[in-house]
T-cell receptor, first 114, second 114 residues
Framework: NAGVTQTPKFQVLKTGQSMTLQCAQD?????MYWYRQDPGMGLRLIYY???????DKGEVPNGYNVSRLNKREFSLRLESAAPSQTSVYFC?????????????FGPGTRLTVT | DQQVKQNSPSLSVQEGRISILNCDYT??????FLWYKKYPAEGPTFLIS?????DKNEDGRFTVFLNKSAKHLSLHIVPSQPGDSAVYFC?????????????FGQGTTLQVKP
């Protein structure tokens, strides 16, 4: 049981390049989330998927797109990377119901945009 | 507008003593609160939670207190151990039902000295 996995672990992009961050969970969770963590800012929600087939914007969605490929996988795409998107990105998942808020996080992707 | 605030960026305590981490919130609609712990180069992990119908929840060395009138919660760690050295985030549900959305504070870095 790997939990939540993220690829890649590290990435350096030039301004204007595109890339997709991958996330997968093997816990049969219904809901999945993408956060970014910046110094002094805590974790901020970018997009989430409450269930397979649905996606919604979070607090900081500009410059990102997401795809809920199936129940296991939730990807985050940067179409044209900007230096302001330099951050650590975390994917999380949670099973619906009484434990709806106790999210399981992946190890993160450290992204640098030059 | 930061709805969940952790005003102390860092805290240093001696091993065996009590650690008290504080968190304030502004939205009276929040009804579920959580604490997460994060080690360097890892994703956050769930630590303890509390519903707004309670004022205290205890799990081993960790106790969370909620003061709804003051919109304040705190995490007590007794006794503190060097392995507790990490960044601690408080979080609150966003008020949206069935989405699992959380709003996080900025984090407090705890250092427990041997």
């Amino acid at each position: 049981n790997a939990g939540v996995t993220q690829t890649p672990k590290f990435q350096v992009l030039k301004t204007g390049q595109s890339m997709t961050l991958q996330c997968a969970q093997d816990m049969n969770h219904n809901s999945m989330y993408w956060y970014r963590q910046d110094p002094g800012m805590g974790l901020r929600l970018i997009y989430y998927s409450a269930s397979e087939g649905t996606t919604d914007k979070g607090e900081v969605p500009n410059g990102y797109n997401v795809s809920r490929l199936n129940k296991r996988e939730f990807s985050l795409r940067l179409e044209s990377a900007a230096p302001s998107q330099t951050s650590v990105y975390f994917c999380a998942s949670v099973i619906s119901g009484i434990l709806l808020y106790e999210q399981y996080f992946g190890p993160g992707t450290r992204l640098t945009v030059t | 507008d930061q709805q969940v605030k952790q005003n102390s960026p860092s805290l240093s305590v001696q091993e065996g003593r009590i650690s008290i981490l504080n968190c304030d919130y502004t939205n009276s609609m929040f009804d579920y609160f959580l604490w997460y712990k994060k080690y360097p180069a890892e994703g956050p992990t769930f630590l303890i939670s509390i519903s707004s119908i309670k004022d205290k929840n205890e799990d081993g060395r960790f106790t969370v207190f909620l003061n709804k009138s003051a919109k304040h919660l705190s995490l007590h760690i007794v006794p503190s151990q060097p392995g507790d050295s990490a960044v601690y985030f408080c979080a609150a549900n966003s008020g949206s039902s069935n989405t699992g959305k959380l709003i996080f504070g900025q984090g407090t870095t705890l250092q427990v000295k041997p």
